[in-house]
């Protein structure tokens, strides 16, 4: 099926004036066509307006309970990096940061076996970590990873995540949550549709 180029289009949206209408993005005839219709089922959840707000709020308890431990922050790659940068330009302490590339889903929709691919960051021997994530699901990789921080020699272990699912039977509960947001499959602000959509300022789900 053959996408005609559209104009880029804006609409109204819940929480601010205007949103992107993933729908009319012009989407290139290379974009797979799994992403291309993604984009068109999508429906924006979150709005950059209230993303931005919660990132505020977040940053503020963080600050507010970390800026006297000399923390490590460590993002968890690939989808904890967007909440991370935008942490990085909020917090208002000195800390260190390092970083854990592990996956339950690859190119997937549904979680599977978490798989370690790498990681880089200072020795966490009698330190605070802060554990950064985009989005709290059942819980896995976080208790997998606050389980192995502990084993790493760190003293506390704390984790934030920029939006949790509204699911049942969650194996681990975040220190910070940002948003809630219901059982949908969702994109945007770090999260990815079969790798792309993480840059999206808003949060959008089907």
């Not at 502990?150 to 194996?171: I, P, Y």
Request: net charge positive; with cysteine.
């Amino acid at each position: 099926m053959r996408f005609q180029h559209r104009v880029l289009k804006l609409h109204k949206c819940r929480g601010c004036a205007v949103g992107l209408d993933l729908s009319l993005m012009s989407q290139p005839e290379t974009l797979p066509l799994s992403v291309r219709e993604g984009f068109h089922l999508a429906q924006e959840i979150h709005s950059k307006k209230e993303v931005a707000k919660k990132l505020d709020q977040l940053a503020i308890r963080i600050t507010s309970q970390l800026q006297d431990q000399n923390p490590i922050m460590i993002s968890i790659l690939h989808g904890g990096l967007y909440l991370t940068g935008q942490l990085y330009g909020r917090v208002v302490f000195p800390f260190q940061q390092g970083y854990v590339h592990v996956t339950r889903y690859g190119d997937e929709l549904t979680g599977g076996e978490l798989r370690w691919i790498g990681k880089d960051m200072p020795q966490l021997v009698g330190r605070s970590v802060l554990l950064v994530d985009d989005v709290l699901d059942k819980g896995v990789t976080l208790n997998h990873l606050k389980s192995w921080a502990f084993s790493e020699g760190a003293r506390e272990v704390r984790t934030v995540v920029l939006s949790r699912k509204l699911v049942d039977n969650q194996e681990h509960v975040a220190d910070y949550v940002g948003l809630e947001s219901p059982n949908k499959f969702l994109f945007g602000c770090g999260m990815d549709l079969y790798g792309y959509g993480r840059n999206l300022p808003s949060i959008y789900g089907f």
